[in-house]
């Protein structure tokens, strides 16, 4: 009896179940799924660059020879090949006593000449005028002596009482007075008067040349010190301590590193497509794995020979030093690829179904925002983009976020709208 009752139980339940079924599976088939979040981006069209991929080489961004200045022998030599210096550095020291020895001499020549100009200027003192004009009275006084001696002995002479040699001593005296005080009368009338102009003129120049003498010297003591002109390496040095070296004779070759210039040259095709200022990216075999980024700074508007290619100079930073003069660059230049416009989206838009790439559009359906399926074929990437080809315009909406899951026809929650 319970048995009966038992079996009867199970055949109303599965009838009940199998008339239940369809009602349900129908009831959520007019709702559909659930709304769901996700992120979109704009559909764009542009031209993609299209890649150069050149060779160039590697140059220093500043390079010279440091010579000597001054002849003389190499006392100290401070850094050798492959050393990192400083700007204002010091490199090595030529003997410096000769050079220090001639500065003093003139320094002392100038100084005197300094002083002559200054006295010139000053005029007589009292005390020299007082020397001249005490000289001049003196002479006066004998002059007139001799000039009184002179007309007694020619009394004298008249009446036979002097000979005629005393007679001409006399004389001579007078003549010797009258000169000493001429002389005299000029000294003394030159001291009240001062130095002329014309004297005062030469004495500066003579004052200028022996300053200009001094600076000369004084410079020449401080070339005998080698200092570097920039930051660098010393690449190669040329003397050594104990040698001679004259003036010009090289000491040591200085190149930047923080800083290194690549030279490329450019087909004529796409010269005036990299404007100044534009980044160029490239890489070294001695630098496995990295990309290094630099900026065209100069463009010689001067083909290279028969080759029709421009030169183009690209700088880039070398903090660590891992460039160096000569490597070989392998640079990836972008150009516009004008005339070929292409829809671009973000990488994220695309879902992979098998052997083909999907995506979904944002379409509105009775006004509500419900996910389109669009299928397409990728083209080039670029970064975080890709160019698409199928169904799609400019100013689209694509779903880059959510999209794994979605269902065509699927209501849509759009919580954020992300830029490209």
Sequence with gaps: ?????????????????????????????????????????????????????????V?????????????GYVAELQVDEGDTIRQGQVLAQVRALPHRLAMQRAQAMARADRERLRELKAGTRREDLAVAKANLDKAKVTANMARKSHTRSVSLQQRKIVSDEEFDQAYERMEEGQAEVAVRQAVYDRARAGARKEEIAAAE???????ADAALAEDRLERTTIRAPFDGVITIKHTEVGAWVAVGDELFDLEMTHKVRVRVDIPEAYYNTIPLG?????????????????????????????????????ELDNPEGQLATGMLARVNLKTPNEGQKSVIVPRDA?????????????????????????????????????????????????????????RPGQPLVMDQFRTN
């Design 1 to 57: 009896m319970e048995h009966g009752c038992t079996v009867r139980q199970w055949v109303i339940f599965v009838t009940v179940l199998t008339l239940v079924s369809p009602l349900v599976y129908a009831q959520q088939k007019r709702s559909g799924p659930p709304p769901a979040p996700v992120t979109t981006a704009r559909v764009e069209e542009g031209a993609f660059t299209k890649p150069v991929r050149l060779t160039g080489t």
């Design 59 to 71: 140059e220093a961004l500043a390079s010279t020879t440091l010579a000597s200045e001054v002849a």
């Design 205 to 211: 120049a003579r004052a200028a040349a022996s300053r």
């Design 350 to 406: 695309l879902v992979p179904r098998g052997p083909k790439q999907i995506l979904y559009r944002v379409q509105e359906k009775e006004g509500t925002p419900v996910a389109e399926l669009i299928e397409v074929k990728p083209g080039r990437y670029f970064g975080e983009a890709v160019e698409v080809f199928g169904d799609l315009r400019a100013g689209d909406r694509v779903i880059v976020r959510g999209n794994e899951r979605l």
């Design 278 to 314: 534009s980044e160029v990216s490239m890489t070294f075999d001695s630098v496995p794995n990295a990309n290094f980024v630099g900026k065209v700074t100069k463009k010689i508007p001067r083909a290279r020979g028969r080759s029709r290619a421009f030169p183009v100079k690209v």
